[in-house]
């Protein structure tokens, strides 16, 4: 294998989906531009037969193409085609993961997943809401706001509104008295969002968000943690005590 890849990137690949000669070629073509199989099969001493079968695969990942009137020369394409490839793994694996979900037999109806660290925060937090029902409410008990931003980022909330908005979901949140005018403005701001503050949240480290069949408990720690309950008996108790919340603390926008 070419001397300029390292073990991290062979690695990286790998994990992408290509195999150990598909590297070897891809990263030979990206060297030298154009080669012909019978080249690519003397640079790094691999048959003709195994570089042939590997053109072919990563022609399928559009990583490289044939050019000119002879079938047998080669061009490696950008290297930023990866990303794509890297997305359509990804699809895959949500499907799969839908798929096994519905395979499990779980007695009492629930599902119970854990997400560490903020990478993992930001991305459940966007599937989160690509997944709520359209025209549904989310409902939200917040304490420390500065904590959430940190976290998430607001690059990453900017975009979880702009879906929420798009797939026309209510919310409706209840935080600190001590953010009364930056709600106040925000509520003003952002379309289908009520709110009411309350004594009591300025220290609160959880954020408890109640979906259309979830809740999830978000824990402002080091590293940040996620606790996502699927139960529909929890998920209404959990609703049924923002409401009386709610009604307890009038005031609102």
Same mark, same amino acid.
């Given at each position: 294998?070419?001397?300029?890849?390292?073990?991290?990137?062979?690695?990286?690949?790998i994990s992408?989906?290509? #195999?150990?000669?598909?590297? /070897?070629?891809?990263?030979?073509?990206?060297?030298?531009g154009?080669?012909?199989?019978i080249?690519?099969?003397?640079n790094i001493?691999?048959?003709?037969?195994?570089?042939?079968?590997?053109?072919?695969?990563?022609?399928? =990942?559009?990583?490289?193409? /044939?050019?000119?009137?002879?079938?047998?020369?080669?061009?490696?394409?950008?290297?930023?085609?990866?990303?794509?490839?890297?997305?359509?793994?990804? =699809?895959?694996?949500?499907?799969?993961?839908?798929?096994?979900?519905?395979?499990?037999? /779980?007695?009492?109806?629930?599902?119970?997943?854990?997400?560490?660290g903020?990478k993992?925060?930001?991305?459940?937090?966007?599937?989160?809401? =690509?997944?709520?029902?359209?025209?549904?409410?989310i409902?939200?008990?917040c304490?420390?706001?500065?904590r959430y931003?940190?976290?998430?980022?607001?690059a990453?909330?900017?975009?979880?509104d702009?879906?929420?908005?798009?797939?026309?979901?209510?919310?409706?949140?209840?935080?600190?008295?001590?953010?009364?005018?930056?709600?106040?403005?925000?509520?003003?701001?952002?379309?289908?969002m009520?709110y009411?503050?309350?004594?009591?949240?300025?220290?609160?480290?959880?954020?408890?968000?109640?979906s259309?069949d979830?809740?999830?408990?978000e824990?402002?720690?080091?590293?940040h943690?996620?606790? #996502?309950?699927?139960?529909?008996?929890?998920?209404?108790s959990q609703?049924i005590?923002?409401?009386?919340?709610?009604l307890?603390? #009038? =005031?609102?926008?």
């Open positions: 294998m070419s001397k300029i890849i390292d073990h991290k990137l062979e690695n990286t690949l992408l989906g290509l #195999s150990n000669k598909e590297i /070897q070629i891809y990263v030979e073509l990206l060297q030298n154009e080669m012909s199989a080249s690519l099969s003397k001493e691999l048959h003709r037969q195994f570089v042939y079968n590997a053109l072919e695969t990563l022609k399928e =990942k559009a990583l490289v193409s /044939q050019i000119g009137a002879k079938r047998s020369i080669w061009r490696a394409q950008n290297p930023r085609k990866l990303i794509s490839l890297a997305e359509e793994r990804e =699809k895959k694996a949500l499907e799969a993961s839908a798929m096994l979900i519905g395979l499990m037999h /779980q007695k009492v109806g629930q599902e119970f997943e854990v997400t560490e903020n993992a925060f930001r991305n459940r937090f966007l599937e989160n809401i =690509k997944e709520t029902p359209k025209k549904s409410t409902l939200m008990i304490g420390e706001w500065e931003f940190e976290q998430a980022g607001e990453v909330h900017n975009e979880w702009r879906i929420r908005i798009a797939r026309e979901i209510n919310f409706r949140l209840i935080g600190p008295t001590s953010l009364d005018k930056t709600m106040a403005k925000s509520s003003t701001e952002r379309n289908l009520e009411r503050t309350m004594n009591g949240l300025e220290k609160n480290l959880v954020n408890t968000v109640i259309a979830r809740v999830d408990f824990i402002y720690g080091d590293p943690l996620t606790f #996502s309950i699927k139960n529909p008996a929890v998920t209404e609703r005590f923002f409401e009386a919340l709610w307890a603390n #009038s =005031k609102s926008a």
